[in-house]
């Protein structure tokens, strides 16, 4: 799990800066951006569409329109990371409204990425992670997108909420409901 | 006077603890998590677990990155156009510049015919 916690609120600065004034000043270099946030942005993507095609779809877009849009990103609050991810929002809200529906996702493709590399740890919760992913596949998509970008990318509940245009409260709510409904679907 | 944290506050506390590595155990004593909620801190520490980043196909990471690259080199002229037109103006001067000389010089020297009967 690569995942890290997102800066204290106000308590310490966008580490990306230097690299988004770089590619600012020279758009080659947001490279460096794109191989740091391609993973996270891709499993972003893959966990709420829960199909590879789909996400990487998601994802080239997210990437594209970031890229256009760099110019344009001032550090007033918001880190670069959710603000890109606010950009992947709007691409996979518009891939979801373009499916017609918002199903519950089948996350059974899930099961190749789940307990890392150790085969150990494979077998001990490979039960434990088909449960876990059944459930997630059963949250609403708001409540699904926070666990999502809380447990998988390291979000903290201030950057979430800049992702999906709520408060830090209601971020805040919102996990806490999804967990509940989590630990009640695994009880069941 | 201070207010005591919601429940969804110390919830989050507790899951920024398990992100930095404390085990549910501490987790939740630190963050103050009721007998109710625990059982959200198991699940929250299940999701840590369980739930991993997926690696991106390497051919599809090189597309995308040559895209980008591609995108980035292209419009470099139309995002610095103040560039585009000091590096006409001054191509332009030089070409005036080049042109005029030439022609200067040409009304100077003599002919090559000329220069040999003056030499004879």
């Known amino acids: 799990m690569t995942a890290q916690p997102g800066p204290a609120p106000g308590t310490a600065r966008d580490a990306d800066l230097p690299d988004v004034l770089a590619a600012q000043r020279d758009h080659a270099a947001f490279g460096t951006l794109y191989r740091r946030y391609l993973d996270g942005v891709y499993g972003y993507c893959f966990y709420l569409l829960g199909d590879h095609h789909d996400a990487e779809d998601v994802t080239e877009r997210t990437f594209v329109a970031a890229l256009a849009a760099i110019d344009a990103f001032r550090d007033e609050g918001a880190t670069f990371r959710a603000w890109l991810f606010r950009i992947a929002h709007n691409q996979l809200a518009n891939a979801l409204r373009a499916r017609g529906r918002h199903r519950s996702t089948s996350l059974d493709a899930m099961a190749e990425l789940s307990a890392g590399d150790d085969p150990a740890l494979l077998a001990g919760r490979a039960e434990e992670g088909r449960r876990l992913r059944g459930a997630l596949g059963r949250l609403a998509d708001d409540r699904r997108q926070v666990i999502v970008l809380r447990f998988v990318d390291g979000l903290s509940a201030r950057e979430i909420g800049a992702v999906l245009g709520r408060s830090e409260g209601a971020v805040r709510v919102l996990q806490h409901r999804a967990l509940r409904q989590m630990a009640d679907l695994l009880e069941t | ?120």
């Open chain 2, 1 to 120: 006077m201070t207010t005591r944290p919601t429940r969804a506050e110390r919830l989050d506390r507790a899951i920024e603890a398990l992100l930095r590595g404390s085990t549910p155990g501490v987790a939740a004593a630190t963050a103050e998590i009721g007998g109710d909620d625990r059982p959200l801190v198991v699940v929250a520490e299940s999701l840590r677990t369980t739930l991993a980043q997926p690696v991106v196909a390497p051919r599809f990471e090189a597309r995308v990155g040559a895209r980008l690259s591609g995108a980035a080199a292209t419009p470099w002229v139309l995002r610095h156009p103040g560039r585009l037109i000091v590096t006409g103006a001054v191509g332009s001067a030089l070409g005036v510049g080049v042109t005029a000389y030439a022609v200067w010089r040409s009304t100077r020297r003599p002919s090559g015919a000329a220069h040999r009967l003056l030499q004879r």
